[in-house]
């Protein structure tokens, strides 16, 4: 519950920097969301394990839901 709380709160915070790809059209794009983050280890970078906890959280969540 933890880090499912902290993944939260962190996506919170870089969702200021989210990245959104225009849609030009969009049925080809359903269920992909791109999220653009920076690099903070040992949270988010792209040297660590499944790019970092905060990274392997969403990307789970994501799956659950049939997201990429």
Do not use: C, D
Request: no cysteine; glycine share 6%; hydrophobic share 45%.
């Amino acid at each position: 519950m933890y880090l499912y709380k902290l993944a939260l709160t962190i996506l919170f915070i870089i969702s200021f920097g989210v990245s959104a790809e225009e849609q030009t059209n969009p049925p080809q794009n359903q269920g992909v969301i791109r999220i653009a983050t920076g690099e903070w280890p040992p949270y988010i970078s792209k040297n660590l394990k499944h790019f970092g906890v905060v990274s392997h959280v969403i990307s789970q969540a994501f799956a659950k839901k049939e997201l990429k």
